[in-house]
């Protein structure tokens, strides 16, 4: 199994949720919006937090110490760079979120 592959399988995404992410990542403009994305230090907590699981909003509200307005504004900031997606039993890391996660830990 190649890398792509690993990140896919990680993502744990079925396959509407995975051709909306593919529909959607034709329309970002470059890095530019996720490199700003991860540049800020709870972003990529969160992306770390939600990992290779799903996570809900509960469980992402009762592990961060900041209100739900801030919450959802980061959550939203990573939704729109694509790294991760809601769905109606939570939060998935994409396959950029999984790639990312990984990467860093290299």
Request: aromatic content about 10%.
């Amino acid at each position: 199994m190649d890398l792509k592959e690993k990140i896919l399988e990680k993502s744990k995404l079925n396959d509407s949720e995975l051709e909306e992410f593919y529909r959607r990542s034709e329309k970002i403009q470059g890095h530019s919006l996720a490199f700003r994305t991860m540049m800020n230090s709870t972003r990529r907590e969160l992306l770390e937090f939600i990992g290779e699981e799903i996570k809900t909003n509960k469980e992402i509200y009762e592990n961060f110490d900041m209100d739900e307005t801030q919450i959802k504004y980061h959550l939203s900031m990573l939704e729109q760079a694509l790294y991760i997606i809601e769905t109606p039993i939570g939060w998935k890391a994409t396959p950029s979120g999984i790639g990312f996660i990984l990467n860093t830990k290299l």
